[in-house]
């Protein structure tokens, strides 16, 4: 039984969960890098394991959690009944599994619960009869870099329950499961929104024409899903992804999303747009980043900076142009002068990111020092390229990531060499005959 007393019990339980929120936020920010979130990870890991000793004393106020809408709330509860000494919060655990709208939560406390009794109640949840729990454990267990039969992703696949199925299809894109294609086909269309991304996600790791035309039309929607289906066309590229992303940056709600993905396609062609897009006063900050990561600008030391930065002209603190308060302030005149005198010069039809063509090397040098939207993108990009690499999880403790490393450096020096199945291609290969 714990000692520890019960108000600095609910200190780590309240800093706990804090702090996952903080690393919710942390992988949309341009402001953190992989070292500003290993950090963080460093605190919230003490809290949470603060937490866990204290039990039971705190599970009487943590037990809510598990069945709360938030995801951060959703994934403490999880992580404490997964790690902890007592036997009751675990099964209390397995039934919110099975019905608990913190899905996403509980899911991600899963994938990052730590030590022996958390591994043993997993596998205890891989050999349960219900389809639910079993697929929670094996998402768990293959987003740690284990394996699962082909004839349970199909079984999982077949149910009827959304989170099955979601789990399912997690898995599928991991290990990249042939012989699933026609579920997959189905889930594109799954009425459950989280569902049928997923199911994207997987047919795009599996080359289905299927899935590209699908992440085409959600990239259609203004909503948060259609901006994450503009970033994974520009990951995946396809004859008409330019063209999509640039019709794109015309609809308000959608342009912030489609300059962002515009910038990870690399397409040269765009600074036109984007330089224009500067003077836009909602808009021009994020606009002033997607150069400055297209070319290599250092918009600062370029002198390139509004003298007296403008404030987003946007009413709505909920609104994610928020997020570019990040981002330095380019003075649209002076980044036109600049395109005009440095820039508009006729060039090979290649990718190019920091201003210089994409390579294998140059991405995997990134990986350190980038923001961890971009980051993410280039471990994600690897996954889409390169059949053979397993992938990296850019959601997982940093220090299940630093151990990957050397995996992708072997992986990505084969590219280059020649040796992968799939070579980076350039932008010649990405846009349509008619382009070239």
Not at 139 to 154: I, K, L, W, Y
Not at 344 to 361: F, L, Y
Request: hydrophobic share 40%; glycine share 10%.
């Amino acid at each position: 039984m714990s000692g520890m007393r019960v108000d600095i019990a609910a200190e780590h339980l309240e800093d706990a969960v804090f702090l996952t929120r903080q690393r919710g936020v942390a992988f949309g920010s341009h402001a953190q890098t992989v070292r500003t979130l290993s950090d963080l990870e460093e605190r919230l890991l003490a809290h949470l394991d603060g937490a866990v000793l204290a039990q039971p004393v705190i599970w009487d106020v943590a037990r809510d959690f598990l069945g709360s809408k938030d995801p951060a709330e959703a994934f403490v509860g999880g992580f404490l009944a997964l790690c902890g000494d007592s036997p009751d919060p675990f099964s209390e655990f397995e039934g919110a599994l099975s019905g608990s709208p913190g899905a996403d939560g509980l899911r991600l406390a899963c994938r990052l619960a730590r030590g022996a009794a958390s591994t043993e109640r997993l596998e205890r949840l891989g050999r349960s009869e219900s389809s639910t729990l079993r697929s929670f454990a094996l998402d768990a267990a293959v987003f740690r870099g284990g394996t699962c039969e082909p004839r349970e992703v199909v079984a999982l696949l077949s149910g009827e329950e959304p989170r099955t199925i979601r789990n399912g299809l997690e898995i599928t894109a991991r290990l990249r499961t042939r012989g699933v294609e026609p579920a997959i086909r189905k889930c594109l269309k799954h009425a459950e929104p989280a569902v049928a991304a997923a199911a994207r996600r997987a047919g795009l790791l599996l080359g289905m024409g299927d899935a590209h035309a699908a992440t085409a039309e959600a990239a259609a929607q203004p909503t948060a899903e259609g901006a994450r289906a503009l970033a994974w066309l520009a990951m995946a590229g396809g004859a008409d992804a330019y063209d999509t992303l640039v019709g794109a940056t015309s609809d308000p709600k959608r342009a912030r999303a489609a300059f962002l993905a515009l910038a990870t396609f690399g397409h040269p062609g765009a600074t036109t747009l984007l330089v224009s897009a500067t003077a836009d006063p909602k808009l021009g900050r994020v606009a002033g980043h997607a150069l400055s990561a297209l070319h290599g600008l250092n918009l600062k030391g370029m002198g390139l900076l509004r003298k007296e930065p403008a404030r987003q002209a946007s009413g709505d603190e909920l609104d994610d142009t928020y997020l570019d308060d990040d981002f330095p302030d380019p003075d649209p005149e002076r980044i036109r002068i600049w395109w005009e005198g440095a820039g508009a010069q006729s060039a090979e039809p290649q990718r190019v990111r920091g201003g210089q063509p994409i390579s294998w090397k140059r991405m995997f040098d990134s990986l350190g020092a980038s923001p961890l939207p971009e980051r993410e993108a280039v471990l994600l990009e690897c996954r889409l390229r390169l059949p053979e690499f397993r992938g990296i999880e850019s959601r997982g403790w940093v220090s299940d990531q630093e151990r990957g490393l050397p995996g992708l450096r072997d992986t990505l020096e084969a590219a280059s060499k020649g040796r992968s199945a799939k070579t980076w291609p350039t932008l010649i290969d990405l846009l349509p005959q008619a382009r070239r």
